[in-house]
């Protein structure tokens, strides 16, 4: 690489250069992966075939004159005593490790093991940061720094941290790696314990030394912080990072390329870096110096994407070696972010996000302990898009946010946890979303018009907004910001809309062809549609009988004379799905209906014939459907999306992208409709019940450490042990547990 420096180096601190840890020459760029529902979008990449060509290998290194901010900002001078002060550990000693989520060195050491542990920070406004307990990436979604943007979506900046602690004349690396054949370096040895909460906490034993890593994501900002403090029998140490970059769309690789431009500005503890045009600007500071070692570290191996059957090697650039300088029982930390103006403190970040995970613990209405956890974890999927909408993100790490989710999430994320406010602005933003008698299936992540292909979200609508006016009495806000909404709704799916969605004359509702997929049951990979289930879908006419009987209430209780008599369509549509959908020979109900034929897969859409606020199956029929659901669909994780019994039956979830679709909803268990059967079951057994709901809950409260620590997977397979698979963290599936939770208070 050229190298053109403009300024004075200091090079008193410039790290010697460090070798290319893996493979040679440069490697070909991958076609973009489609993975899961979230990623059935072609993505937009950044990388050679979107940048302009630059300058072959140029540098441009920057050294500013100091602004006298110098080593004061750097840490907060505040003495530590204890590991417990320096994890920040302040919640009851009796259950503190379950629900911090404390993971021991036997399996931290374990590297296996340990890679199939995450941890996931959230930032309010659509950023992350993520990776697995020993920082080892196995997603390519994982990173230090992950932010969302108006124009190209979510980009993955920094990668992670290379850190190297210096003491007595020895090198401790911390981190370790994936490559070919080898993992390097191997940091994980040396980690005694890892914490997820209130803040994702290392403690390193070096011999006679300990270090502990603290790292925190400011709210409501792109910026990340890592704080490092030293302690035992050491006064003083010396602390190399390398931050490895990738500057690309979150659903891509980063490869070496020639278009990377490195421009690079320092001052006095400040650290700016441009790597490609258009592309955010990223600035580190507090530290003590900073040399430029510009390289490409090679072929870095994503286990996960591996086994998804997706590109799972990537390389990442290191403009240089930022260092601080460590002292005994003093924190020192280093921060970087997108934002401009002055980077506020590691220490006054870290603090201020643990000051806020434990006041959203203390203030829980769900208090039990997979309440508390739960709360925290519903957090992370509440977010702020570029100071205009809020809204739900359907999963992490990479789900956008879709209508129907945000609809059965928003009871379980906002009003059981008391977030009465952005319930309402979740609602308000997708009823001004509503066109054609439909509010949006998904929202894309960068400027671009939404996509109505669902025929189910907007009438789990009307699901949260009863549940809504249940918690909050609001009816002034329903009156003034949804109203045209609904009543836009009702007359679309009676007179039509897209997709032929529209009330048939026995009143149920039909939609759909045979090459759409509009029920929650909507994978497709190229043009074969999984799941075909266009027609009469069972939970389609559960949900629109919930619906009129919904409209029907709230237009008494506005006055609206126009839509008060829905009670007599609602009484027909009820009749017609009793007629149509009970199959007396398996004792439950068909799932879909189409052209005359009955399909009786054993499936759990039935259920929410029951669970519903307005439940449209005869009561004398709820016994049967429950007990069948529970012999054939129910885990300890949530439940089958089909019968065992059923041929087309796929009880593991993996392989490519084809073998994975294959299975997402034939067999592939599902954490949210643990909910559903849950409400079915209470209102079948009632205070009876209880006891045996809240330990039907106790498989998700086990869970809560074996994968997304503190949160809940996607989806599981259907065959025992059921591991997780898809997302670490959905949003639904936490919104249920929470919901029924407070339902159980």
Same mark, same amino acid.
Request: charged share 25%.
């Given at each position: 690489?050229?190298?053109?420096?403009?300024?004075?180096?200091?090079?008193?601190?410039?790290?010697?250069?460090?070798?290319?840890?893996?493979?040679?020459?440069?490697?070909?760029?991958?076609?973009?992966?489609?993975?899961?529902?979230?990623?059935?979008?072609?993505?937009?990449?950044?990388?050679?075939?979107?940048?302009?060509?630059?300058?072959?290998?140029?540098?441009?290194?920057?050294?500013?004159?100091?602004?006298?901010?110098?080593?004061?900002?750097?840490?907060?001078?505040?003495?530590?005593?204890?590991?417990?002060?320096?994890?920040?550990?302040?919640?009851?000693?009796?259950?503190?490790?379950?629900?911090?989520?404390?993971?021991?060195?036997?399996?931290?050491?374990?590297?296996? /093991?340990?890679?199939?542990?995450?941890?996931?920070?959230?930032?309010?406004?659509?950023?992350?940061?993520?990776?697995?307990?020993?920082?080892?990436?196995?997603?390519?979604?994982?990173?230090?720094?992950?932010?969302?943007?108006?124009?190209?979506?979510?980009?993955?900046?920094?990668?992670?941290?290379?850190?190297?602690?210096?003491?007595?004349?020895?090198?401790?690396?911390?981190?370790?790696?994936?490559?070919?054949?080898?993992?390097?370096?191997?940091?994980?040895?040396?980690?005694?314990?890892?914490?997820?909460?209130?803040?994702?906490?290392?403690?390193?034993?070096?011999?006679?030394?300990?270090?502990?890593?603290?790292?925190?994501?400011?709210?409501?900002?792109?910026?990340?912080?890592?704080?490092?403090?030293?302690?035992? !029998?050491?006064? /003083?140490?010396?602390?190399?990072?390398?931050?490895?970059?990738?500057?690309? !769309?979150?659903?891509?690789?980063?490869?070496?390329?020639?278009? /990377?431009?490195?421009?690079?500005?320092?001052?006095?503890?400040?650290?700016?870096?441009?790597?490609?045009?258009?592309?955010?600007?990223?600035?580190?500071?507090?530290?003590?110096?900073?040399?430029?070692?510009?390289?490409?570290?090679?072929?870095?191996?994503?286990?996960?994407?591996?086994?998804?059957?997706?590109?799972?090697?990537?390389?990442?650039?290191?403009?240089?070696?930022?260092?601080?300088?460590?002292?005994?029982?003093?924190?020192?930390?280093?921060?970087?972010?997108?934002?401009?103006?002055?980077?506020?403190?590691?220490?006054?970040?870290?603090?201020?996000?643990?000051?806020?995970?434990?006041?959203?613990?203390?203030?829980?209405?769900?208090?039990?302990?997979?309440?508390?956890?739960?709360?925290?974890?519903?957090?992370?999927?509440?977010?702020?898009?570029?100071?205009?909408?809020?809204?739900?993100?359907?999963?992490?790490?990479?789900?956008?946010?879709?209508?129907?989710?945000?609809?059965?999430?928003?009871?379980?994320?906002?009003?059981?946890?008391?977030?009465?406010?952005?319930?309402?602005?979740?609602?308000?933003?997708?009823?001004?979303?509503?066109?054609?008698?439909?509010?949006?299936?998904?929202?894309?992540?960068?400027?671009?018009?939404?996509?109505?292909?669902?025929?189910?979200?907007?009438?789990?609508?009307?699901?949260?907004?009863?549940?809504?006016?249940?918690?909050?009495?609001?009816?002034?806000?329903?009156?003034?910001?949804?109203?045209?909404?609904?009543?836009?709704?009702?007359?679309?799916?009676?007179?039509?809309?897209?997709?032929?969605?529209?009330? !048939? /004359?026995?009143?149920?509702?039909?939609?759909?062809?045979?090459?759409?997929?509009?029920?929650?049951?909507?994978?497709?990979?190229?043009?074969?549609?999984?799941?075909?289930?266009?027609?009469?879908?069972?939970?389609?006419?559960?949900?629109?009988?919930?619906?009129?009987?919904?409209?029907?209430?709230?237009?008494?209780?506005?006055?609206?004379?126009?839509?008060?008599?829905?009670?007599?369509?609602?009484?027909?549509?009820?009749?017609?799905?009793?007629?149509?959908?009970?199959?007396?020979?398996?004792?439950?109900?068909?799932?879909?209906?189409?052209?005359?034929?009955?399909?009786?897969?054993?499936?759990?859409?039935?259920?929410?014939?029951?669970?519903?606020?307005?439940?449209?199956?005869?009561?004398?029929?709820?016994?049967?459907?429950?007990?069948?659901?529970?012999?054939?669909?129910?885990?300890?994780?949530?439940?089958?999306?089909?019968?065992?019994?059923?041929?087309?039956?796929?009880?593991?979830?993996?392989?490519?992208?084809?073998?994975?679709?294959?299975?997402?909803?034939?067999?592939?268990?599902?954490?949210?409709?643990?909910?559903?059967?849950?409400?079915?079951?209470?209102?079948?057994?009632?205070?009876?019940?209880?006891?045996?709901?809240?330990?039907?809950?106790?498989?998700?409260?086990?869970?809560?450490?074996?994968?997304?620590?503190?949160?809940?997977?996607?989806?599981?397979?259907?065959?025992?042990?059921?591991?997780?698979?898809?997302?670490?963290?959905?949003?639904?599936?936490?919104?249920?547990?929470?919901?029924?939770?407070?339902?159980?208070?």
């Amino acid at each position: 690489m050229d190298c053109e420096a403009v300024g004075r180096p200091n090079q008193a601190h410039a790290p010697q250069r460090r070798g290319r840890h893996s493979g040679r020459g440069q490697v070909r760029l991958p076609a973009a992966g489609r993975g899961e529902r979230g990623l059935e979008r072609a993505v937009h990449r950044v990388g050679r075939d979107r940048l302009p060509g630059l300058p072959v290998g140029r540098v441009r290194v920057v050294y500013l004159p100091a602004t006298g901010a110098g080593r004061r900002h750097r840490g907060s001078g505040a003495a530590v005593h204890g590991a417990d002060q320096a994890a920040g550990a302040t919640v009851n000693a009796a259950v503190q490790d379950r629900e911090e989520f404390r993971v021991s060195a036997d399996v931290l050491h374990d590297f296996e /093991a340990a890679c199939r542990l995450e941890w996931l920070e959230t930032n309010g406004i659509g950023g992350l940061a993520s990776s697995s307990v020993i920082c080892a990436n196995t997603r390519r979604y994982h990173s230090l720094l992950t932010v969302t943007t108006p124009t190209h979506g979510r980009l993955v900046l920094l990668n992670k941290l290379e850190d190297v602690l210096h003491v007595r004349g020895v090198a401790y690396p911390l981190s370790c790696n994936r490559y070919p054949g080898t993992v390097y370096p191997q940091g994980h040895l040396l980690l005694d314990e890892f914490q997820a909460r209130p803040a994702p906490t290392w403690h390193f034993h070096l011999g006679p030394v300990r270090l502990t890593k603290r790292l925190a994501l400011a709210q409501g900002a792109d910026t990340v912080a890592v704080e490092y403090t030293l302690s035992g !029998d050491a006064e /003083a140490a010396l602390l190399e990072l390398h931050p490895l970059l990738s500057f690309r !769309d979150h659903h891509s690789l980063t490869h070496e390329n020639q278009d /990377a431009a490195l421009d690079l500005e320092v001052g006095g503890d400040e650290l700016t870096v441009r790597l490609y045009p258009g592309l955010p600007v990223l600035r580190f500071a507090h530290f003590d110096a900073f040399g430029p070692v510009p390289d490409w570290y090679r072929h870095f191996e994503y286990a996960v994407e591996q086994y998804r059957g997706l590109d799972y090697r990537e390389d990442l650039f290191c403009p240089g070696a930022l260092t601080l300088r460590l002292k005994a029982g003093q924190r020192a930390g280093v921060v970087a972010t997108i934002e401009e103006g002055d980077p506020p403190l590691a220490a006054d970040i870290v603090a201020a996000e643990v000051e806020r995970k434990q006041r959203l613990v203390s203030t829980s209405p769900v208090d039990a302990p997979l309440g508390r956890a739960l709360t925290v974890a519903a957090d992370q999927f509440v977010v702020r898009l570029h100071g205009k909408r809020t809204t739900i993100l359907a999963g992490h790490h990479w789900f956008t946010d879709w209508g129907r989710d945000t609809m059965i999430s928003l009871p379980g994320l906002c009003l059981a946890t008391g977030r009465h406010r952005e319930a309402r602005e979740i609602l308000a933003a997708f009823a001004g979303l509503c066109d054609g008698g439909m509010i949006p299936n998904r929202l894309p992540e960068a400027d671009q018009a939404p996509d109505y292909n669902t025929v189910d979200a907007s009438l789990w609508m009307f699901a949260a907004v009863h549940e809504f006016v249940q918690a909050t009495g609001d009816l002034q806000f329903v009156r003034e910001k949804l109203w045209d909404c609904l009543r836009s709704i009702i007359d679309g799916y009676r007179f039509g809309t897209r997709y032929r969605i529209h009330q !048939d /004359a026995d009143g149920l509702v039909l939609a759909g062809e045979a090459d759409t997929q509009l029920t929650w049951m909507d994978a497709k990979v190229g043009g074969w549609v999984v799941t075909p289930r266009p027609g009469k879908a069972v939970e389609i006419c559960a949900l629109w009988y919930n619906a009129l009987r919904t409209t029907e209430d709230l237009a008494v209780r506005l006055g609206s004379v126009s839509l008060a008599g829905l009670g007599k369509q609602a009484e027909q549509t009820r009749a017609a799905f009793n007629e149509a959908f009970w199959n007396a020979g398996t004792g439950c109900l068909y799932d879909v209906i189409r052209n005359g034929e009955r399909d009786p897969a054993i499936r759990p859409n039935q259920l929410l014939a029951i669970s519903l606020p307005y439940p449209v199956l005869d009561e004398a029929r709820w016994q049967s459907v429950l007990d069948v659901c529970e012999r054939e669909l129910l885990t300890p994780v949530g439940l089958r999306s089909l019968s065992p019994s059923d041929p087309a039956y796929r009880g593991h979830y993996g392989g490519d992208q084809w073998q994975r679709d294959g299975a997402y909803h034939q067999g592939t268990v599902w954490g949210w409709l643990l909910g559903p059967f849950l409400s079915a079951y209470l209102k079948v057994y009632r205070d009876a019940g209880r006891e045996r709901a809240r330990e039907l809950l106790r498989g998700l409260e086990d869970h809560l450490h074996d994968a997304g620590l503190g949160t809940i997977s996607e989806i599981f397979d259907g065959d025992p042990p059921h591991p997780p698979r898809g997302c670490v963290a959905q949003a639904w599936s936490v919104a249920e547990a929470l919901r029924v939770l407070a339902e159980l208070q």
